[in-house]
């Protein structure tokens, strides 16, 4: 492991300044209803504040009729194709179609063959990495977390560009491409290196093959032995298709326009993306999901029977179990409301997988907690509002069949979700306009200026 930075700020030292920051930070609740101000940027209704315009991609959960949200099944649209779609024409024609599916996001339009094939061939070519880029950059700095060593390394990808702040279209373009290439080289490297670093496991760093998916990519750089299955491809691949894009008012997602909206440069606003997206509130609630599931398994003596199950959810929802955070991790979502579509795929394509694998046990777990939350949140908190299953539910679940390990969940997330980055960047950096200003009412009241020679100790 290698050797942490001591800082000459002791804790004991810092513990002792927060009530003195506590005291002068903490903002009365009842304010925000006072100024009306809308938290997390969300109506009272829990639907989102309108902060722009997109053609990129729309998620639907409900519809609002004399004022009032109705839930709906949802449906995720990408340039106004239903994701579910272009996913069953993949698995019918038995082909991969990430790639496909990021074409479409950042040009706006299904590519023909021949596009396609230039595509795959421009992926393939920029995977990768500049000279030495792997040593000085990944090797010499190994990081405990994928996500902050990703990020990382995206920021270092600005010294190695010759034009690295010029915002013109077709440099952001080129920027987009080469960035959507490098990810899972970068992700799987990063990995590597923590093995060593961290594990004190070997490291299995592959020559780059350009002629596959970015799903058969994945999977042949992270084993040892460089196998896979089609079917196991095929799986990964319609986990990158689900999480590519979900609108602009997601959290990584608005981070990446907000930054595009200051005119800064392509390293700086996906890099800004991937902070957000590391965060549990986030990309990284698959891993809550996995260890929620992990604590059940050992708690529950058949968590496949309906009341044992119910029982354990109750005690989630009181905080008496699992974090003690009172959330049931995997279900309900912010726009979602009787069905999460990405959530109804996964499941579907991973359950054949999963029985076949020995996860039985886990599978039916998951779909206990699918079908049970409902009532029990009805029940403990008096809400019978319409929850779902969102896609987190079952991601975990499908990495874990596939023999991925837990530090790269949310890593696929980001290594999937360059792709709607890119193409909110290229919107934003074509039609933006405007820097993204909202406002924060002060609640501090004026005070006169004391000299330090009259303060008192």
């Not at 200051?262 to 700086?268: H, I, L, R």
């Not at 968590?303 to 991790?329: C, F, R, W």
């Not at 999963?354 to 949140?377: D, Q, R, S, W």
Request: hydrophobic share 35%; glycine share 8%.
């Amino acid at each position: 492991m290698p050797a942490n930075y001591i800082s000459p700020i002791s804790m004991e030292a810092i513990s002792t300044l927060c009530d003195e920051l506590n005291k002068n930070n903490r903002i009365d609740p009842s304010n925000f209803e006072k100024y009306e101000v809308k938290r997390g940027l969300r109506n009272p209704d829990g639907t989102g504040v309108m902060a722009g315009l997109t053609r990129v991609c729309s998620v639907e959960g409900y519809y609002i009729l004399d004022g009032e949200r109705v839930p709906k099944d949802g449906r995720l649209l990408y340039r106004g194709y239903n994701v579910e779609d272009i996913i069953e024409s993949c698995v019918y024609d038995n082909r991969y179609g990430f790639e496909e599916v990021a074409w479409l996001l950042i040009f706006g339009s299904i590519p023909t063959p021949s596009q396609l094939y230039a595509f795959n061939e421009v992926i393939g070519e920029c995977r990768t990495l500049p000279d030495e880029f792997v040593e000085d950059v990944i090797m010499k700095h190994p990081s405990k977390d994928i996500m902050n060593k990703m990020a990382r390394c995206v920021m270092a990808l600005y010294s190695f560009d010759e034009n690295p702040d010029d915002t013109s279209e077709v440099n952001v373009l080129r920027q987009s491409l080469q960035l959507l290439a490098q990810f899972p080289s970068i992700m799987n490297t990063a990995y590597q290196v923590k093995r060593r670093a961290y594990y004190n496991k070997s490291m299995y760093i592959h020559p780059v093959r350009k002629n596959i998916s970015t799903a058969e990519y994945v999977l042949r750089q992270l084993r040892p032995n460089k196998e896979y299955t089609q079917e196991e491809a095929h799986l990964l691949d319609i986990c990158l298709m689900l999480h590519a894009d979900h609108g602009g008012g997601n959290n990584s997602t608005f981070s990446t326009r907000v930054l595009t909206s200051s005119g800064t440069d392509t390293y700086s606003a996906i890099a800004a993306g991937i902070g957000s997206l590391k965060g549990p509130r986030h990309g990284g609630a698959n891993i809550k999901v996995a260890h929620q599931m992990d604590y059940i398994l050992e708690n529950v003596a058949d968590p496949t029977d309906e009341g044992q199950m119910k029982d354990m959810l109750v005690k989630i929802l009181k905080k008496e179990a699992n974090d003690n955070s009172g959330l049931i991790y995997g279900m309900g979502h912010a726009v979602y409301t009787l069905s999460d579509p990405r959530a109804k795929v996964l499941k579907r394509s991973a359950k054949k997988l999963a029985f076949e694998n020995g996860f039985e046990k886990e599978f039916l777990t998951l779909e206990n907690i699918e079908k049970l939350t409902p009532e029990v949140f009805a029940e403990v908190k008096g809400d019978d509002k319409a929850m779902c299953a969102n896609i987190d539910l079952y991601s975990g679940l499908v990495y874990r069949v596939l023999g991925i390990p837990e530090d790269l969940y949310t890593p696929l997330f980001a290594t999937a979700r360059i792709a709607g980055w890119s193409a909110q960047r290229v919107e934003g950096v074509t039609t933006g306009g405007r820097i993204m200003r909202p406002a924060y009412k002060s609640v501090s009241k004026p005070r006169p200026y004391i000299p330090i020679d009259q303060r008192g100790e």
